[in-house]
């Protein structure tokens, strides 16, 4: 049996054209988050793939509730060794490097929510498209979580839309909407529902070089600005966090500044900051919230 027709939250699909359409559709479930066994799963698409490559992967939801809401926070909550944490951390990392470096382009087509690991697995791809619609969220919320986005956004989203935004955007949570992120360079274009197909099919196959941030706010990812940028993010967070009540924002600025996004190479701070009371307090409220809004859909 081929193994694709086992998959449980994954559809691969090939057209006349060579495009191959990848579909995420989380079973049991009115989100998609991603979780240990749906990443497994896009390993194995990935395999596929690998042996027949494609001319294109454009990567999809079948939700109507959006692309993807972030990893399962089920699973942070369950963590309960420091080496339990890092293979976490690991999987994603280790996965969306591999989806970045295929040998063939990708793009993600983002409807609606596209939230901490699902907006790092869109920044693995070489093109992103949001659905210019209300619903359009694009946002790395871990530090409100009190943990990082350990899974390439720390590396990749200074790259694309600079340092100054991408740390504003790390260090708050805050979204981007469909204009927004259009206007940061977090998309290469919003586009009409009606088009986002014919879009996402002229943009997979176009030859682009993938967007890359320009100007200062690309000066600021390197040495000696960089100690700059980040210097000017550690004032900022020690004026709304005085008693640092929330060391995700400063780890996160330090994986960024010290280790290029790579929380690995850092595991003593890993280990820290997901065993932390304020991690888990605040997940400890994110949860039922996660599992109203599914239910709510």
């Not at 309960?80 to 490097?97: C, D, I, K, S, Y």
């Not at 977090?186 to 009409?192: E, H």
């Amino acid at each position: 049996m081929n193994t694709l027709e086992t998959l449980s939250h994954w559809r691969l699909e090939r057209d006349a054209d060579g495009l191959a359409w990848l579909t995420f559709d989380r079973a049991a479930s009115a989100v998609n988050a991603l979780s240990a066994d749906t990443m497994a799963e896009l390993a194995t698409v990935l395999d596929a793939l690998d042996a027949q490559p494609p001319k294109g992967l454009v990567i999809r939801s079948g939700k109507p509730t959006g692309f993807i809401v972030g990893a399962d926070v089920n699973e942070f909550a369950e963590l309960n060794t420091p080496e339990q944490g890092r293979a976490l951390v690991a999987r994603g990392w280790n996965l969306f490097n591999r989806l970045a470096a295929v040998r063939y382009p990708t793009l993600a087509l983002i409807q609606g929510h596209c939230l901490g690991g699902g907006l790092e697995l869109a920044l693995a791809c070489r093109y992103r498209l949001v659905e210019d619609a209300p619903g359009a969220s694009l946002a790395l919320p871990e530090v409100m979580l009190g943990i990082f986005p350990g899974w390439g956004g720390m590396l990749r989203l200074p790259a694309v839309i600079g340092a100054p935004a991408a740390l504003d955007m790390m260090l708050t949570g805050r979204g981007a909407d469909a204009r927004r992120a259009a206007a940061l360079g977090l998309v290469d274009a919003r586009v009409p529902t009606r088009l986002l197909q014919a879009a996402a099919r002229g943009m997979v196959l176009s030859g682009k070089p993938p967007r890359r941030a320009r100007g200062l706010g690309a000066w600021l990812n390197r040495w000696p600005l960089k100690a700059v940028a980040a210097k000017r993010a550690r004032k900022q967070v020690a004026a709304k966090d005085p008693l640092g009540h929330y060391p995700a924002a400063p780890a996160i600025i330090e994986l960024w500044e010290k280790h290029g996004g790579n929380a690995l190479r850092a595991p003593a701070l890993v280990d820290t900051l997901i065993a932390s009371g304020t991690a888990r307090n605040l997940l400890r409220v994110v949860r039922p919230q996660q599992r109203l809004h599914a239910n709510c859909r």
